[in-house]
């Protein structure tokens, strides 16, 4: 089936350094994925749609200059979280839907968790 | 604006009895209906969707639900529960209106299953 692999699952980074994580579809090709946190014991919050080749498109809220996201391609968008605060320390995860899209679901990565320390 | 509501942060069952965890959700049109299921430290895993047709849509690891269209609910059973079942339970809706794909996601509930 399809698989959305998400790298790295964890990070450990200093204060005021940056964060990337990609998000690559595996066995297919998204012209959509989506950025989720998830904050402990709560549900996911979508922070951003990443469109291929186009401006990603924030949630209200999520700092774009903060959390910068590029989809340069229909298999790899990145999410890289800039000047990392301990406040950013959250597990993100990212989601694809198959470029035929229609009803197929969400797949979803295995998530990374980043602490700042 | 859709919404999904998860009304128990957490569902204890003992090992092989049925298992029920609840959804209700709000779309403005028609809904398209998933639940997934987290383990901890992972993503989400795909367990089952309604599109339309049958109500009752079967999915992975024995596990089904029942679309309740006047009740907007989309109940996740199992007819007998076990020890690795247990797990964060998220459902969520996508109105099928709504170009974006946006899929908007329950509080979760967290399944425990005991031996």
């Known amino acids: 089936g399809a698989v959305v692999s998400q790298h790295p699952s964890w990070v450990i980074c200093k204060s005021g350094t940056s964060v990337k994580i990609e998000c690559r579809s595996l066995d297919f090709q998204a012209t959509t994925m989506f950025w989720y946190r998830q904050f402990p014991k709560q549900s996911l919050m979508l922070m951003a749609t990443?469109?291929?080749?186009?401006?990603?498109?924030?949630e209200q809220g999520v700092e774009k200059d903060k959390f910068l996201i590029n989809h340069a391609s229909l298999t790899l968008s990145t999410l890289t979280v800039t000047s990392a605060h301990p406040e950013d320390s959250s597990f993100y995860i990212c989601?694809?839907?198959?470029?035929?899209?229609?009803?197929?679901?969400?797949?979803f990565g295995n998530g990374t968790r980043l602490t700042v320390t | 604006a859709q919404s999904v509501a998860q009304p128990e942060d957490q569902v204890n069952v003992a090992e092989g009895n049925p298992l029920t965890v609840k959804c209700t959700y709000s779309?403005?049109?028609?809904?398209?209906l998933f639940w997934y299921v987290q383990y901890p430290n992972r993503g989400l895993q795909f367990l089952l969707k309604?599109?339309?047709?049958?109500?009752l849509v079967k999915g992975s690891y024995g596990f089904e639900a029942e679309f309740n269209k006047s009740q907007t609910s989309f109940h996740l059973k199992k007819p007998s529960a076990l020890v690795s079942d247990s797990a964060l339970y998220f459902c969520?809706?996508?109105?099928?209106?709504?170009?974006?794909?946006?899929?908007?996601f329950g509080g979760g509930t967290r399944l425990m299953v005991k031996p």
């Open positions: 990443s469109n291929e080749g186009s401006k990603a498109t924030y």
């Open positions: 969520a809706v996508r109105d099928m209106g709504n170009a974006g794909n946006m899929l908007t």
């Open positions: 309604y599109i339309t047709g049958d109500n």
């Open positions: 989601s694809a839907r198959d470029l035929a899209g229609g009803n197929s679901p969400l797949h």
């Open positions: 779309v403005s049109g028609n809904p398209y």
